[in-house]
């Protein structure tokens, strides 16, 4: 099902993110998947860097979430053979936007993650989720975001 | 016991939090309780805004952080019929405090919400935490506090 | 082993962090133990204070992180009975990093940490991870970090 939502929003998974050094990009405890913050990469680059709004439109930064959903659910899918089948549901999702003075619509951000989620897992793709802003991020990203799935 | 003791300290349960678009309030996942970041809304208003100390006083965000505690048993409640007999203990908090510049007392924030649970709940409310700083959150709320449960 | 590999490195596990007030250093549940964010104290001393790299070097951010790892794996150890061979994995660090304007390299900060754990348990050290800037922190520590472990 993934697949086909995925082909139906012109959208497809990245190669799973590369293991850097002294971390994992994801890792399996009993049922459950944690995913490292994931940065909006695709083909390498990061598509929103600087602070929101002043650097990164609102709407910009919020389809950089979505691409953070896309590295979380690549780097979800080493754990699980690829085989998204076996995902019951998005427990949690950690969402942290790079922000200008006093921005205070970070929900809004992450509504780019929280949506795709939906579209691309419906109803399993309902989760709990925090967002808050920070001054600055790992590579000057505009948006970090961590996931914790359960498996089966 | 959990209701003996809010009546004992004057407080109430608010209704759980409304569904929003895309994310849920709380999601269970075994026997784990995942609440979302929740804010300081009383009746439907925030009760702390802005900075602290600069714009809101560290008292005032402490008694912020114990109403996201009220706001986060709400939210748990949905997820075993309000019957907190089924609550094992609190894990964990998470508590993020909208910091003025240079601001380094957040856990006295984040004391407001680890002192009400522990009356609330004696030694199941005992838990885990960690308290940051930030520069703002979503609404410009003064504080933001996830959490997770264990439940039977 | 983890003894062995501290005193190979010329290190050695502090005390466990005191019960502070209204919450604890660690809280299992099932398999896992939450530590809770645990700052950079060196025999009652915090290491490293203020932002990075303005007032604390990248390199002495690091070596913060890598004494929060000693904190967190002797908060652990009052879980287990000391009793190492008992931890499973790590599963998640997360660190925040006090953050001069526009830092972008909370990833290398946090290196110290992820680092230190791989040196220490191996494969098992080996885990998921989120590393973001924050302006300000309890106490002014330049670094905060709280983990996951797995444990038998």
Chains 1, 2, 3 share one sequence.
Do not use: W
């Not at 082909?7 to 009993?30: F, I, N, Q, S, W």
């Not at 019951?88 to 951000?109: N, T």
Request: with cysteine.
């Amino acid at each position: 099902m993934l697949h086909d939502k995925l082909a139906e929003l012109g959208l497809k998974l990245p190669d799973a993110p590369k293991t850097v050094a002294a971390y994992l990009p994801a890792v399996r405890t009993g049922n459950l998947v944690i995913v490292s913050g994931q940065l909006p990469l695709k083909d390498g680059n990061l598509i929103a860097v600087g602070p929101v709004p002043d650097v990164t439109s609102l709407d910009a930064a919020s389809e950089a979430a979505g691409q953070c959903v896309l590295n979380a659910l690549a780097a979800l899918g080493t754990l699980i053979d690829h085989d998204y089948s076996r995902l019951v549901r998005v427990v949690r999702l950690g969402v942290f936007v790079a922000s200008s003075e006093a921005f205070s619509e970070q929900h809004l951000v992450a509504n780019g993650a929280s949506e795709l989620m939906m579209k691309l897992l419906g109803e399993a793709g309902r989760h709990a989720r925090t967002a808050v802003g920070v001054p600055c991020l790992p590579l000057n990203t505009s948006v970090e975001m961590e996931a914790m799935f359960e498996v089966r």
